[in-house]
């Protein structure tokens, strides 16, 4: 008898390369010639990143430095979720960064849908945060993951529990 193979598609990132990527861009910001009088404080929440800077022209340039050391920690730049920009006390902005993590139940439907269309011998089932694809041949969850790496999502994916 065939055993079943499967693997879980999630949403995540590792929080401790964000945290050492926030410090690398606020020494950044603290350096630069352009930045360093600006004041700008990056904090850290729970799920979000609160920018505080002077201008908007610094905080797009907090924003490239953010996303270049993010990038270089190997960190998608889909976690990040540019809210609206606000203004802050005495000629300020803010702006809070939403940090997404996990596969909304909307996202999750479209690529078990996706799955039920293009894979005839693959089951995709949602549970919580993330989906689990099964299959009798390791080949087919193979071409899943091609698929699914081919297709462009709003969120990054990734891969875990191969078995």
Do not use: C, W
Request: hydrophobic share 35%.
């Amino acid at each position: 008898m065939a055993a079943t193979s499967s693997f879980d598609i999630v949403s995540d990132f590792d929080r401790q390369e964000l945290v050492n990527a926030i410090d690398q861009a606020y020494r950044e910001i603290k350096a630069r010639y352009d930045l360093k009088d600006s004041n700008t404080t990056l904090e850290l929440g729970e799920d979000t990143i609160t920018i505080n800077t002077n201008s908007q022209f610094a905080l797009d340039a907090v924003h490239t430095v953010l996303q270049t050391k993010a990038a270089k920690r190997n960190l998608s730049l889909k976690i990040f979720d540019f809210g609206k920009v606000e203004s802050a006390s005495g000629n300020r902005v803010r702006q809070e960064v939403k940090l997404q993590k996990g596969i909304s139940q909307e996202m999750a439907k479209k690529i078990t849908k996706l799955m039920k269309d293009e894979f005839k011998k693959v089951q995709a089932s949602i549970q919580g945060e993330s989906v689990r694809i099964s299959a009798k041949s390791k080949d087919d969850l193979q071409k899943v993951i091609q698929r699914l790496k081919s297709e462009d999502f709003p969120v990054p994916l990734q891969f875990t529990n191969y078995r």
